[in-house]
């Protein structure tokens, strides 16, 4: 899978009406995806590339679903997202 292929399942994802991300399993397969993303496109945790992407693909999220993950707050959303990748 190329990064373009793989940023769209990405975001297919997130836009998919069954992805509720108040439920655990969600929000752990939203980390595993961007974490291995992230490994397999070399981004590291605050550079301006990955700030760049995170910035994508939380703009990419409904407004319901940044509620969900982090009250709408970009910064949390940078932390919860990067969890996995420290």
Same mark, same amino acid.
């Given at each position: 899978?190329?990064?373009?292929?793989?940023?769209? =399942?990405?975001?297919?994802?997130?836009?998919? @009406?069954?992805?509720? =991300?108040?439920? !655990?399993?969600?929000?752990?397969? /939203? +980390? *595993?995806?961007?974490?291995?993303?992230?490994?397999?496109?070399? /981004?590291?945790? !605050?550079? *301006?590339?990955? @700030?760049?992407? /995170? +910035? !994508? +693909? =939380?703009?990419? /999220?409904?407004?319901?679903?940044? %509620?969900?993950?982090? %009250?709408?707050?970009?910064?949390? =959303?940078?932390?919860?997202?990067?969890?996995?990748? *420290?």
């Amino acid at each position: 899978m190329n990064e373009k292929s793989e940023w769209r =399942f990405l975001i297919d994802y997130v836009k998919d @009406d069954t992805t509720d =991300f108040g439920l !655990d399993s969600c929000r752990n397969q /939203l +980390l *595993a995806l961007w974490t291995v993303y992230c490994m397999h496109n070399d /981004l590291d945790v !605050d550079t *301006a590339m990955y @700030d760049a992407v /995170l +910035l !994508d +693909l =939380f703009n990419a /999220l409904s407004l319901e679903q940044r %509620r969900e993950l982090c %009250r709408n707050y970009y910064p949390k =959303f940078d932390d919860v997202m990067g969890v996995w990748l *420290a």
